[in-house]
């Protein structure tokens, strides 16, 4: 509740061995012993503001007569990677295994012992969170005057180094490396060299301790794949301040397990301050969030107990600044946390929030969805999820030219170069993947689509449904069918104003406009007079092109129009009070021919009159002429002013047959 979660608790000998889960925005304070021992100290408020967490035992005796300058120097050649590197050399040590106190505690800690001057860095590494990285100084290149310079800069493109782990990695110009004037010795954060490694004959050694840049080290260990323990601390980010201390404190176990004589002086470059930034932090914002009502005294001692320097501005605002390790912390909501959690979250009482209560704002977008798709997985349609993007020969082939497409500047692969203006494609290629496995798909699918207009991309809703057949030849009844799904479709969605079109008549022939439909079996959707979508089969050279089934049809529709035109006020009219008379025709038309052309035919001559018009029978086959169907249609006359008499509807279903007659189509 208050930090992190522990793993594990076991005893080993004397010690207890905690195994604790570090949350990686903490990795960088609480990578190492010391930081886990500062939270302990804050949940249990041991000694408040006046904890002090310094390294014991780093005092140590340099060797006078030799000056380091006089046998290193550094030059960091990128800054913003390195924002700080310090180094101290040891001379005269003796490597052999470690004393049984560090050997013990290496492997209790799951850490393989190597020898003393390894071990040593581990150590440390394990104490402070600070990676330490040792140089064999004899094995290093040297000018003419003896002394070594050690580069930290970014590797020249496939340079090569042979790391500790005995693997020949290949860099490149962005990849940053420790090297002398003899090629890299380490990649900077992440492995060390053969080279510059330390060995039973070593002597003599540099000890860096430094800072990289987090984005580097992550992006470089990932790169080569390497992943290490310094590594993940530095991908995470780590303070520059604990750089002496953890440098020091090596520099003195060496000094006392190794007999080693430190050289005088250290080199240090770069920064060597953290910049932290003061927080303006309000008391009274955080109770509010918190749900407490914790005084000033009690959000001081806690802010305090994490080291933080907290100043009053005025009555509730104060200026907080957080310490140099705590590079976490970096807005109010931050110390709003820390306060929350070291309070304790079941200290905190639950109270229901004083808010106005409203009904929310109707989503309608919302509501004519969820109805749209409710309505189509009920007539036996599935919903598929696919990418909103399209690939060129996808698009091409489509009939999507490349100019009207808009061109990702990431792209996850070519077949996700473009955002999609159509659902069709990608879907229809998703679904015939899955084909394999039945002999009949019907899918749909609502999701956005994109085109570039009036100098800005457009994004609007689309609904694709797709109904595809395996050995089936009977594409005219396979159209009727979802024709059919989708007119009831929209008249459950409410929508009475709906006329299906032939596509011949609407497009005049004008083939681009057909895209990916065949020309013989499409009709165009217009509601309230409107064009918003197509239904038709696939063109059967697209089918053939991808070794698809020819059965398919698509239809595509504008949701957002659809649900723009589903929402508009309708005004509800009473039902009328004079009575309804019923006549039925039956026309004989073309094969081709939509029903909704012939019903619509039967309303415009009957206008007002007319009270609703039914198709109540469809025959094709026997008895008729080939390509011929017959349709009948059950016309109900009612006024909502008069009645009306028998001869006037006659006379309105004279002219009715007279209309249709002249079409073409014979009145039977």
């Avoid at 090629?183 to 060390?192: E, Q, S």
């Avoid at 807005?331 to 009904?359: F, S």
């Avoid at 085109?451 to 396979?478: F, G």
């Avoid at 006024?639 to 006037?648: D, I, M």
Wanted: glycine share 6%.
């Amino acid at each position: 509740m208050r930090s992190w979660e522990v793993e594990d608790l076991k005893r080993s000998g004397d010690d207890w061995i905690l195994d604790i889960s570090i949350l990686p925005n903490r990795m960088s304070d609480a990578s190492g012993h010391m930081g886990v021992a500062r939270e302990i100290s804050a949940i249990l408020n041991v000694g408040g503001s006046k904890s002090k967490f310094i390294l014991s035992d780093t005092a140590f005796k340099e060797n006078k007569s030799k000056i380091l300058s006089k046998y290193l120097t550094i030059r960091v050649l990128d800054k913003k990677s390195c924002p700080r590197y310090m180094a101290r050399a040891v001379f005269n040590i003796k490597v052999a295994p470690s004393p049984k106190w560090l050997l013990d505690r290496l492997i209790k800690l799951g850490v393989a012992p190597i020898n003393n001057i390894v071990d040593v860095t581990n150590y440390v590494l394990l104490e402070t969170g600070q990676p330490l990285h040792a140089f064999d100084y004899d094995k290093l290149t040297k000018n003419s005057k003896g002394k070594v310079e050690i580069l930290v800069r970014k590797a020249s493109d496939k340079e090569k180094i042979a790391t500790l782990d005995d693997q020949n990695r290949i860099l490149s110009s962005s990849d940053l490396v420790i090297a002398d004037k003899g090629g890299p010795l380490a990649i900077a954060g992440i492995k060390g060299g053969v080279r510059g490694g330390i060995s039973e004959e070593t002597k003599n050694i540099i000890i860096e301790a430094a800072n990289f840049d987090p984005i580097t080290v992550y992006k470089t260990s990932k790169k080569l794949n390497i992943e290490t323990d310094a590594a993940k601390r530095f991908a995470a980010g780590l303070p520059k301040t604990q750089i002496p201390g953890a440098l020091n404190r090596a520099v003195y176990l060496i000094n006392k397990i190794a007999q080693g004589a430190p050289v005088s002086g250290a080199i240090d470059t770069g920064a060597n301050k953290q910049s932290n930034i003061a927080i303006p932090f309000s008391l009274g914002r955080t109770n509010s969030m918190l749900g407490t009502r914790l005084s000033e005294k009690q959000a001081r001692s806690i802010l305090s107990a994490i080291g933080c320097t907290i100043k009053l501005i005025s009555k509730d605002l104060f200026r907080v600044t957080p310490p140099s390790h705590r590079l976490d912390l970096v807005r109010d909501q931050d110390l709003i946390e820390e306060i929350g959690r070291l309070y304790g979250y079941e200290n905190i009482k639950t109270e229901a929030p004083k808010i106005l209560a409203y009904a929310p704002e109707t989503n309608s977008a919302r509501i004519t969805r969820n109805k749209t798709k409710d309505f189509l997985v009920k007539a036996g349609f599935i919903e598929l999820r696919t990418y909103s993007f399209v690939g060129e020969a996808l698009a091409a082939a489509f009939g999507l030219r490349k100019e009207e497409l808009i061109e990702l500047d990431n792209p996850m692969s070519e077949d996700k170069k473009f955002l999609q203006p159509m659902i069709t494609p990608r879907l229809l290629a998703e679904a015939m993947n899955n084909f394999k496995y039945s002999d009949e798909l019907n899918i749909f699918e609502i999701s956005n689509v994109f085109e570039y207009s009036d100098n800005k991309i457009n994004e609007r809703e689309h609904l694709t449904a797709i109904r595809a057949i395996k050995n089936n030849d009977d594409t005219l009844n396979n159209f009727r069918i979802v024709k059919g799904v989708l007119s009831d479709m929209l008249a459950a969605l409410g929508l009475s104003d709906v006329i299906w079109r032939p596509a011949d008549t609407v497009f005049k022939g004008n083939k681009n406009k057909y895209m990916f439909w065949s020309t013989s079996s499409s009709a165009v959707l217009e509601v309230d007079g409107k064009s918003i979508g197509v239904v038709g089969m696939l063109r059967p050279d697209i089918s053939s092109g991808f070794s698809w089934p020819h059965n398919i049809v698509v239809a595509e529709i504008n949701f957002s129009k659809l649900v723009q035109e589903s929402n508009e006020e309708h005004e509800y009219r009473l039902p009328s009070r004079y009575p309804e008379a019923v006549r039925d025709i039956a026309v004989l038309v073309d094969g081709n021919t939509l029903v909704d052309e012939v019903g619509s035919e039967i309303a415009r001559i009957g206008k007002s009159l007319i009270r609703d018009i039914e198709l109540f029978d469809y025959y094709e086959g026997e008895n008729l002429p080939e390509g011929k169907k017959s349709l009948a249609f059950r016309v109900i006359y009612q006024s909502q002013t008069r009645t009306l008499s028998g001869k006037e509807i006659d006379d309105m279903h004279k002219n009715i047959i007279t209309a249709l007659s002249a079409r073409g189509w014979e009145v039977r």
